[in-house]
């Protein structure tokens, strides 16, 4: 998804990236891959000069090793099936604090439309008056089931199904990598079959 990178990276060297992007496509399209990306970059020290990640900075390198202390994920839990109001009270209490390393704090949200009622009018009042340290990122198949008034305070990006023709391409890769056959027909119908989804 280079399109929708280049676009939420030249939002954020403006400063026009908002407090709360929401990642919005169908399952299996790197919503999250490509969320926990845009965390990386807003993690780097050196991304508001260089428009990218560095790599080798602290942020970016406690962020790859996954133990960033300024860096969340809220997911639905094991044995769960919502993102719950404690996880959000929780959230809103670590973003309190200031960053760790004196930028930003960073939440990924998946998947967003798994919040309940309770949960969402928790996050609300943080949406509504952000600290300046910190970014919220929604991943979401079904942005109808998050509330408006949450929909309403992010900036949103859709995310187009992967063409068929990069879903052979990556499928040929497989198949060379495991020492098999297979011809362009059967891999065109998985292909079309897996409807933009890369995962399927």
Same mark, same amino acid.
């Given at each position: ?80 099936? +919502?993102?719950?109001? &404690?996880?959000?009270? %929780? *959230?809103? @209490?670590?973003? #309190?604090?200031? /960053? ?79 020492? +098999?056959?297979?011809? &362009?027909?059967?891999? %065109? *119908?998985? @292909?079309?079959? #897996?409807?933009? /989804?890369?995962?399927?």
């Amino acid at each position: 998804h280079e399109k929708q990178w280049k676009r939420v990276a030249a939002a954020h060297v403006c400063d026009r990236l908002g407090h709360a992007p929401l990642l919005v496509g169908h399952r299996g399209m790197g919503k999250k891959v490509f969320g926990q990306r845009l965390a990386t970059l807003l993690l780097c020290q050196q991304s508001p000069v260089s428009n990218q990640n560095c790599g080798s900075c602290q942020g970016c390198r406690l962020h790859a090793a996954g133990n960033h202390p300024d860096y969340r994920e809220v997911t639905v839990a094991d044995g769960k099936t +919502q993102i719950t109001v &404690d996880q959000i009270r %929780e *959230l809103s @209490a670590y973003l #309190a604090f200031k /960053s760790h390393a004196g930028g930003r704090k960073v939440a990924l949200l998946w998947p967003a439309e798994k919040m309940n009622a309770n949960a969402a009018n928790s996050l609300l009042k943080t949406l509504e008056e952000p600290p300046d340290h910190v970014k919220f990122i929604f991943c979401t198949t079904d942005p109808e089931k998050i509330p408006i008034t949450v929909l309403s305070r992010c900036q949103r990006f859709d995310f187009a199904p992967v063409e068929v023709s990069k879903i052979m391409q990556r499928l040929r890769e497989i198949v060379t990598a495991e020492n +098999q056959q297979a011809d &362009d027909a059967a891999l %065109e *119908l998985l @292909a079309r079959r #897996a409807a933009g /989804s890369m995962r399927d």
